[in-house]
Structure formats: structure tokens, C-alpha cells
């Protein structure tokens, strides 16, 4: 009896996880499920009362990055996240028919986030490595931008070739191919931080020398930031331009992303959400 008592509790302890697993799976719902895998046709089936989840497209970008994505107090005063990667994340939901939800995260993350599938997209100023085409399926290049050198006013002519840079204090963002470059430039000192403000704040600071940033994103923090430039030094990387993650395989979602892409390239929209972009950063 006792035996039967055990196993009963075993049993209903088990059937309970599972249905807490049931629950999150129909939960999540996002976009990436009702593209029609095969696996979301199953779920909908299997719990047939339940309506339909409403579509959701979750997109993953380290919002440290203008004129890419970053905060701003909008005319409501509240808290939003803007710039072109944004914009072009409103195009691929409203092409899915999807409700857009944005995440900040730490850049470094990102990759995980897609391929653990809390994230749909990764729209963030990502370039695309070889490695990182290992690890996650990419878009085609939606834009090209060059690399810089920022440092402090003082320093701008100490600084202005990258050789100038061996042995200095750099600092990058943890993860980013501005890191790897970094890392070539001999007996360099590397700050490596999880968001680019930080480094902006290392420079004011005298704590690194430098930084090595996108072109735009460089452009945009020597406008706002007082005492900062660019110098001459021209690092080269041969990851140029910028692409959408997409997790692993999902070709459904990998074909929707290129076909928005097609549209907005073709239209000239994404030259036109740089510019607006460009100038809400300066703002
Ligand atoms: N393009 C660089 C990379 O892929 C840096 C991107 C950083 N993006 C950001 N939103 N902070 O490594």
C-alpha cells in the first residue's frame, strides 16, 4: 500500500512538470513557433481548445549603439529604443504579421539568446564571422560601415596610425569583432566591457587610450560627447557589413528576414532609417 502510495505521488509530480512544460511552450509563442514548424503544428493540435497565441517577434540587440539602437526619452518623456537596426526590426515583424518585442542585452550574450530560443532575431549591428556563421544562420548584408579609432582630444595625433596603438590601453566591447582586432595590435592593453557607454566613460576617465568602435557609432559619441575624436588610424576587418542572426536551421524565418531585406534595400529605406537615425542620435 505504502509501495502505491509512493508511486501515485511519483506519477502525479511528473504529470505536473509536464504540463508546466506544456504551459510555457504555448506561452512563448513567438514568431519564430508560428512560422509554421512542424513542432508548433503539433502543440496547436494537441491542446486544440486553447486560442491561438498571438504572434510575437522577439528581437535581441545591445542597445548601446547609435545610431543602430539606442535609448532615447521619447516626447512622452519615457524610456524607448531607437535607431535604424529598430526600424528595420518594425519592417520584418510587420511583414510576419507579428507583434515586435525588443530585448537589451549585453552583446556578448546575443548568439546564446538565439540559439536557446528566448530571442527570435538578432538585429544589432552583427558582423558576420566565420565563427559565428558555426554557431547561427545570417542574413544578406543589409549595410557596410567602416571601423574607427576614437581617443581624447590631446591624443588625437598620437593615435592617428594603428601602429601607433601598439602597447596602448584600448578599450572594446566584450565579444565584438572590435575585441578580436584589438587583440592583433601588439602588446595592446584591453579593457573589453559589456556596453560601449562604459568604454565611452574608460575614455573620459583616462582609463584606455582609445577605443575601437563602428564608424557611425564612433561618429555619433564624438558629436555628443565632449573632448572626444576620431583620429586617422583606419583598422580593417574583413567581417564588413551587417547581417540578422537567426537561430540555427530556421530557414522559414531565414527566407521572410532576406525577403523584408530585398524590399527595404531596393526602396532605398535603409539608407533613409540611417539618416533619420543618424539624426535622432545627435539630438
Ligand atoms: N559589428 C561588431 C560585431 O559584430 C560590433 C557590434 C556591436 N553591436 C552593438 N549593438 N553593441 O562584433
Not at 31 to 36: I, L, T
Not at 181 to 200: F, H, R, V, Y
Not at 224 to 234: Q, R, S, W
Request: one cysteine or more.
Amino acid at each position: 500500500m505504502k509501495k502505491w502510495g509512493m508511486l501515485f505521488i511519483a506519477v502525479m509530480m511528473v504529470t505536473l512538470v509536464l504540463a508546466a512544460c506544456g504551459q510555457e511552450k504555448n506561452n512563448s509563442g513567438n514568431a519564430a513557433n508560428n512560422a509554421g514548424q512542424a513542432a508548433n503544428q503539433n502543440e496547436t493540435q494537441a491542446g486544440g481548445e486553447q486560442t491561438e497565441p498571438a504572434k510575437k517577434l522577439v528581437v535581441g540587440m545591445s542597445a548601446d549603439f547609435p545610431p543602430y539602437e539606442f535609448h532615447i526619452k521619447n516626447d512622452s518623456g519615457q524610456d524607448e529604443i531607437v535607431g535604424f537596426d529598430v526600424e528595420i526590426a518594425k519592417e520584418i515583424a510587420k511583414d510576419l504579421g507579428a507583434e515586435l518585442e525588443i530585448k537589451d542585452l549585453k552583446f556578448d550574450t546575443l548568439l546564446n539568446e538565439l540559439s536557446s530560443g528566448r530571442v527570435d532575431l538578432v538585429i544589432s549591428g552583427l558582423s558576420p564571422t566565420p565563427e559565428r556563421a558555426e554557431q547561427i544562420d545570417m542574413s544578406k548584408i543589409y549595410y557596410k560601415a567602416e571601423q574607427a579609432v576614437v581617443t581624447r582630444e590631446a591624443d588625437k595625433d598620437k593615435f592617428n596610425t594603428m601602429e601607433a596603438l601598439e602597447g596602448a590601453k584600448i578599450g572594446v566591447q566584450q565579444g565584438s569583432i572590435q575585441e578580436d582586432m584589438a587583440k592583433e595590435i601588439p602588446n595592446a592593453q584591453l579593457t573589453s566591457l559589456g556596453k560601449i557607454n562604459d568604454i565611452i566613460m574608460q575614455l573620459n576617465t583616462n582609463r584606455v587610450d582609445a577605443a575601437i568602435l563602428e564608424g557611425p557609432v564612433a561618429e555619433s559619441f564624438v558629436k555628443n560627447v565632449k573632448g572626444l575624436v576620431i583620429t586617422d588610424a583606419t583598422p580593417v576587418t574583413e567581417d564588413d557589413g551587417y547581417v540578422i542572426g537567426i537561430k540555427k536551421g530556421n530557414q522559414e524565418l531565414l527566407d521572410q528576414v532576406n525577403t523584408t531585406l530585398d524590399r527595404l534595400i531596393s526602396a532605398g529605406s535603409i539608407d533613409q532609417f540611417v539618416a533619420e537615425a543618424s539624426a535622432l542620435a545627435e539630438k
